[in-house]
């Protein structure tokens, strides 16, 4: 992860050539896919601060995600917001919305928290990436992912202990033998590159 910051000057300047002569934005991550679907979202913090260090932190996010989602009509099917990123498996009708909401929601959680850690001026957010979902097996794959992204960095040891994520809605409305079922059918292969292949 931000192996960019490790070149040198030459070396990121090819970088930015090759990635505008496949017509991709100088150091945004392409958004190709516009069509109609679930995605895997994944918003990080700016070179993995762990600026949502409190859980009123991450849960004032939360809030402000379901307000936003819901008021654009986006369903928000997983979630799990961490220390120094964020995931969510959502549908969306229209992934070009997703700018806009992002820069309402991250514009206001970082005026405040720059304000509450005397820290005006610090860039809190880094882009968005999506990934479209392909089947039935990827996307429970993704929301076991999801549920499990605590236990992968080591904060907690069960799932069931991060509050800030959507395992707790579904232990609520399928139970725990369908979340176990559901590890048990489409488990997360070793979290590593390609656990979605």
Same mark, same amino acid.
């Given at each position: 992860?931000?192996?960019y910051h490790?070149?040198?000057h030459q070396q990121k300047l090819e970088l930015v050539q090759e990635r505008l002569k496949k017509g991709f934005p100088a150091h945004s991550p392409p958004h190709p896919i516009q069509i109609e679907g679930f995605y895997l979202l994944t918003i990080a913090c700016y070179q993995h601060q762990k600026i949502l260090n409190t859980s009123s %932190?991450?849960?004032q996010l939360l809030n402000l995600l379901f307000e936003k989602f819901i008021h654009e009509g986006i369903e928000i099917r997983?979630?799990?917001i961490l220390v120094n990123h964020y995931h969510l498996l959502v549908y969306l009708p229209n992934l070009l919305i997703l700018s806009s909401i992002f820069k309402a929601i991250h514009g206001v959680t970082s005026y405040q928290w720059n304000l509450e850690d005397n820290q005006r001026g610090r860039k809190v957010w880094y882009r968005f990436s999506? %990934?479209?979902i392909r089947s039935?097996?990827?996307?429970y794959t993704t929301l076991n992912y999801i549920h499990y992204n605590p236990v992968k960095h080591n904060?907690?040891?069960s799932p069931y202990d991060w509050l800030e994520s959507s395992v707790h809605w579904y232990l609520q409305e399928k139970g725990r033998d369908w979340l176990r079922d559901s590890w048990v059918k489409y488990p997360v292969k070793d979290y590593g590159k390609g656990w979605d292949d």
């Open positions: 992860m931000y192996e490790k070149l040198s %932190r991450r849960q997983g979630w799990v999506d %990934r479209a039935k097996r990827h996307y904060y907690i040891n």
